[in-house]
């Protein structure tokens, strides 16, 4: 991961159960619970408005966060789910896990194409068509990737992206075994269309043809 780990605010939580949970709601924070890591799990709350802050900002499950409560260590964690209300879909509940930098985790990772510019295909008035706008990744916590980045230079229409083409970060690898498709680039919509209609044209001649002949 480039950068620094960020980091993730949080006071422990007193009490637990559903009584607790909603009086956090009632303070405005959002609880949760941080387990795993050969640890007792530890019950915790983040404000409402930072949590939603960074939700929004996204990426919020494929981050490698370093935690801070006060009176605990700091510890890597990633989130792995947020429960949200189902009329209003804001945050209600959290669960992260702790992590050492060792460990091995799966993450969608966010792919990024460059040189568009460059792609024969796109010049003609091809359209690069994303199939797959994240690949989860086998990766170590410590060095978590930003992005993956696909260099379509070169690329024709009808060309094909796959994962096996595409220089992944070290110490990667997909979590699914065949090689899949990332994108293509198709060619537009209207040069389809015209080539269509040629064709209907030239039949049509042809059949009026064929009944000249016959009348002849």
Request: glycine share 8%.
């Amino acid at each position: 991961m480039a950068g620094e780990i960020p980091d993730l605010v949080a006071l422990e939580r007193t009490g637990t159960g559903k009584g607790a949970a909603r009086q956090a709601r009632r303070d405005g924070m959002v609880p949760g619970i941080v387990f795993g890591g050969d640890k007792e799990p530890l019950p915790i709350q983040i404000p409402f408005n930072e949590l939603f802050k960074r939700l929004k900002a996204g990426r919020f499950k494929s981050t490698l966060w370093n935690l801070k409560v006060d009176g605990h260590e700091d510890v890597r964690v990633i989130c792995r789910d947020v429960q949200r209300d189902v009329v209003k879909d804001l945050p209600t509940h959290l669960d992260l896990m702790r992590l050492r930098r060792t460990t091995k985790i799966a993450l969608y990772i966010p792919v990024e194409f460059i040189n568009e510019d460059e792609a024969p295909g796109i010049k003609k008035g091809g359209v690069l068509t994303v199939v797959r706008p994240e690949v989860e990744l086998m990766c170590t916590a410590g060095d978590i990737p930003e992005k993956i980045t696909v260099d379509v230079t070169g690329l024709n229409i009808n060309d094909v992206v796959t994962i096996s083409s595409v220089d992944l970060p070290a110490g990667t690898k997909p979590t699914i075994d065949r090689d899949f498709v990332i994108a293509n680039i198709s060619a537009p919509t209207g040069l389809s269309t015209s080539d269509d209609e040629e064709g209907e044209e030239v039949a049509a001649d042809e059949v009026e043809v064929v009944g000249q002949e016959a009348e002849e």
